[in-house]
């Protein structure tokens, strides 16, 4: 089993920048992808950003040029810079975990951190 926690959400107004990170503790080994991905109300969940265990990244169109995904392997921690929020952005946000094993993929989510933009 695989745990994610995370931290960082908050109430912040439009312009303001927040830094999520997720802590990842169990059975992890293998390829492992983290990500970010957010859900607003009565929306479906979209990508914010993935990275590969190798450094490569990959971005949602909402968050190009402002978010920045970053990972420490050392402390199996995925992290999100958030900047120049807009309150569109507010939504929760999900951290998320694929394992890779040879042909098998399993993903695991955290409980989601609230984030809400607003003056």
């Known amino acids: 089993q695989v745990q994610l926690v995370e931290s960082g959400g908050g109430l912040v107004q439009p312009g303001g920048s927040l830094r999520l990170s997720c802590a990842a503790s169990?059975?992890?080994?293998?390829?492992?992808?983290m990500g970010w991905y957010r859900q607003a109300p009565g929306k479906a969940r979209e990508l914010v950003a993935l990275i590969s265990s190798g450094g490569s990244t990959n971005y949602g169109d909402s968050g190009k040029g402002r978010f920045t995904i970053s990972r420490d392997n050392a402390k199996n921690t995925v992290y999100v810079q958030l900047n120049s929020l807009r309150p569109e952005d507010t939504a929760v946000y999900y951290c998320n975990a694929a394992i890779i094993r040879g042909t098998a993929v399993n993903n695991y989510w955290g409980q989601g951190t609230q984030v809400t933009v607003s003056s």
């Open positions: 169990g059975s992890i080994f293998g390829d492992v992808v």
